[in-house]
């Protein structure tokens, strides 16, 4: 995901969202470990996104 399209999620979407990438990048290490991926940067950016979404969530609660 851009960071344009995560501003325009809600506090509830981003929640949702980061739940929902977290299962993919960890289902991404599981199978990486047991064969190699065929593309390992997808687990590059399920990370990113990730460590964006939870970004956005952190600055959203300081305001």
């Known amino acids: ?3 344009a399209e995560i501003k ?3 506090v509830e ?3 949702e969202k980061m739940g ?3 299962k993919q990048y960890d289902d991404l290490k599981m199978a990486h470990a047991v ?3 065929e593309n390992p940067l ?3 950016t399920a990370r990113r996104t990730v460590a964006r ?3 956005e969530l952190t600055k959203r609660e300081n305001q």
């Open 1 to 3: 995901m851009k960071q």
């Open 8 to 10: 325009e999620l809600s």
């Open 13 to 15: 979407e981003l929640k």
């Open 20 to 22: 929902d990438f977290k």
């Open 35 to 37: 064969t190699p991926l």
């Open 42 to 44: 997808q687990l590059k």
């Open 53 to 55: 979404l939870a970004t």
